[in-house]
């Protein structure tokens, strides 16, 4: 009996050695797995790297992983998983990066947010997400949307599509440009319930100083990395007047303490100098569109390093849903346009490339049209330095909240490997990346091959 014993004894440390050790074998495996670099060859290319407005002619470009790891001269015994991919002579970039980018409002119709189902408007962001990666654009900064979720499942490689920046819900004051109520539906200080917008996280109403920090510590809880406060009229909202100065100096003050208090910064929505200039008083980074700011707001700008982040707006065919309101702000907002990029680039202000398309997938698709529409003011390398470059340095305005902490928008060691192969070159025809179909034949993410024709 105890012989028994003891065999079995003898039998269960065997076993329970033998499934330690297939563990342990286990375990250094999926180690092993895990730590394995990839390493990516793109050779016989032409180089811009965001930076330069000439070529790198004829070089090789080194990914390991996720980042650039050396340009030109590369290092010995390349190991020989090496991936190559032969440029052919074709052009190596940059990723595009969108900085007033709408996850959810590009994805849906104005119908489909106001009465549609909420699943259903998320699948459409995961879908143009992806659409909008092909097109070339590997990061968006959003400026209202409830993006935390697509941003994560991006991130966790579960689909693909661009980096993105959120910044949670646009915060307005009570009658302001993210106040979208029916005029019949009172506010919620006097017993109304959240709009549709505020309830799917697409605008925050808050009065006050109390209220606005709420609003904006919120959003920072939910993951935002940067604020948006809307500080002046819009066009498509019907409740404000173009020219109203939304937010007073202090709730402006309140929001953007709030942000600093968590490493970041806040941008505003405005179209006119007198709400820029209480926005900037205020401690404001940025200015989102612009578009009627005069030469003396413009420079006060250039002086503090204020952002200019703009779009190259033009008259269209309006909107089915836009009342004659509606209709002239746009007039006047489109016709501001030429102007504003002249005089930015006359006194050196700090502009950022965005497209703010809404409330279409078909307009979405048009996104590379919008930087060939700057060349009746910029040359190709300043649309292309200021969509690859500048735009990733306005990205680091986020600090301690910035998601991606390597250098975007630039072909450079160090920097995250998002990459571009064009067929031609778009410092002499900008016009190439207005069909990204056909003229962009690799896009790279974060090391990672998602087109390759």
């Known amino acids: 009996m105890i012989s ?6 003898r039998l269960c440390r065997c076993l329970l050695a033998t499934i330690t050790l297939m563990s342990i074998s ?32 004829n070089t090789r470009v080194l990914v390991i992983n996720d980042e650039i790891s050396a340009i030109g001269t590369l290092p010995k015994n390349l190991p020989s998983q090496l991936v190559v991919i032969d440029g052919k002579g074709k052009t190596l970039m940059p990723g595009l990066i969108d900085a007033h980018w709408h996850t959810l409002m590009a994805a849906a119709s104005f119908k489909e947010i106001s009465e549609g189902d909420e699943s259903y408007l998320h699948t459409l962001a995961a879908v143009e997400a992806t659409h909008t990666l092909m097109r070339g654009f590997t990061t968006v900064r959003d400026v209202a949307s409830p993006a935390f979720g697509l941003k994560k499942a991006i991130d966790a490689n579960l689909l693909d599509g661009p980096r993105i920046y959120p910044s949670g819900a646009g915060i307005s004051q009570t009658s302001g440009h993210g106040d979208l109520r029916h005029r019949y539906t009172p506010p919620k200080t006097f017993g109304g319930s959240p709009s549709r ?12 100083e109390a209220e606005v920090l709420t609003a904006v510590r919120e959003q920072l809880r939910q993951g935002a990395v940067h604020i948006k406060i809307m500080g002046g009229g819009g066009i ?13 100096t202090k709730e402006i003050a309140a929001a953007v303490q709030a942000a600093a208090d968590f490493g970041t910064y806040v941008t505003a929505h405005i179209y006119t100098s007198a709400a820029a200039q209480r926005a900037i008083a205020a401690g404001v980074k940025s200015i989102e569109h612009g578009h ?3 030469e003396t707001t413009l420079k006060l700008m250039a002086k503090k390093g204020v952002w200019l982040s703009t779009q190259p707006f033009h008259l269209e065919e309006f909107p089915a849903y836009f009342n004659a309101s509606q209709k002239e702000k746009m007039r006047l907002v489109t016709q ?115 087109k390759n024709d």
């Open 197 to 208: 917008w505020e309830s799917l996280g697409l605008m925050s109403v808050a009065d006050g």
């Open 26 to 57: 286990s375990l250094a495996l999926a180690n092993d797995i895990a730590v394995a670099d990839q390493y990516l060859l793109i050779e016989n290319v032409d180089v811009f790297d965001g930076i330069s407005p000439k070529l790198r002619k």
């Open 236 to 248: 498509s909202s019907i409740a404000d007047p173009l020219e109203s100065i939304q937010f007073t």
């Open 292 to 294: 009627l700011l005069d």
């Open 336 to 450: 501001g346009t030429a102007k504003l990029y002249r005089l930015a680039k006359k006194h050196d202000v700090k502009v950022a490339f965005g497209t703010d398309l809404l409330f279409s997938p078909q307009k979405a698709a048009l996104q590379n049209q919008e930087l060939a529409k700057l060349q009746q003011w910029l040359t190709p390398y300043e649309i292309l330095n200021m969509a690859t470059a500048k735009n990733g340095e306005f990205l680091r305005l986020t600090g301690a909240r910035n998601p991606y902490p390597k250098k975007l928008g630039v072909v450079a060691v160090g920097a995250y490997a998002d990459l571009l192969l064009i067929n031609g070159n778009p410092l002499d025809d900008i016009n190439l990346l207005t069909d990204p179909k056909k003229n962009i034949s690799v896009i790279i993410k974060n090391g990672k091959v998602v």
């Open 4 to 9: 028994q014993r003891i065999k079995f004894q």
